[in-house]
């Protein structure tokens, strides 16, 4: 079955700190995706990746086929990253059918 | 601003009512996505159109249909609402199959 797991479920951090999130998968994926959603309900696209590690700004989204998992990384934390953050993953065989994690709730607090 | 553009913002209808959310691409975009967003059931594929063709298909209820138009814009349209019909609706757009998507800032449907 095609599941997509995240965690923690629930972060809070103090401004300044690193941040990690994780998220792991089931089977074979051809894509990765992370995104982020603000208290307003929009959703933003972070990053798509298949292999390796991408990075912009203090975000940096690394993936390991081997072993199912990728991470999602902020270096440091400001108030402006609290938001969920939602990886979501394109199973090899479903085309562009996302199956999506069930979020990180993060908090940095000044 | 992602690009996507979502129209309505918001609706409240009653139940048994039907109505359409339309969402226009990114320029150049030829694939459209539709989720939902609910709180019980999180973000969930609905539907994919690629250049006026659906492509694939996910946990779309059979009261709920969409297309894409020659001008590429698509719409979602629910019938029969249901109150657990009440969520965020997202569109999004991708420039072609496997490419990165671009979220518009979604339709909350409330159904009373």
């Known amino acids: 079955k095609n599941e997509v797991e995240q965690s923690p479920q629930n972060l809070t951090a103090q401004e300044g700190e690193f941040i990690t999130i994780n998220c792991s998968y089931s089977v074979g994926i051809s894509a990765l995706h992370w995104l982020q959603q603000h208290p307003g309900g929009g959703i933003v696209s972070l990053f798509m990746l298949s292999s390796g590690k991408k990075k912009h700004g203090r975000l940096i989204a690394t993936i390991n086929i081997q072993e199912k998992h990728s991470s999602l990384h902020i270096t440091a934390s400001h108030p402006r990253d609290s938001a969920v953050y939602i990886c979501a993953a394109r199973f090899l065989g479903n085309t562009d059918k996302l199956i999506f994690g069930t979020g990180t709730r993060l908090q940095v607090f000044p | 601003d992602s690009g996507v553009t979502q129209t309505p913002k918001h609706l409240i209808t009653a139940t048994g009512q039907r109505v359409t959310l339309r969402c226009s691409p990114r320029s150049g975009d030829l694939s459209v996505y539709w989720y939902q967003q609910s709180l019980d059931q999180g973000l969930q594929f609905l539907i994919q159109?690629?250049?006026?063709?659906?492509?694939a298909k996910g946990n779309i209820l059979e009261r709920f249909s969409a297309q894409q138009f020659p001008d590429l814009h698509s719409e979602l349209n629910l019938s029969s609402l249901e109150l657990g019909d009440s969520a965020l609706y997202f569109c999004?757009?991708?420039?072609?199959?496997?490419?990165?998507?671009?979220f518009g800032p979604g339709t909350r449907l409330t159904v009373l």
């Open positions: 159109y690629y250049n006026g063709e659906e492509r």
């Open positions: 999004a757009s991708s420039v072609d199959i496997g490419n990165e998507q671009f």
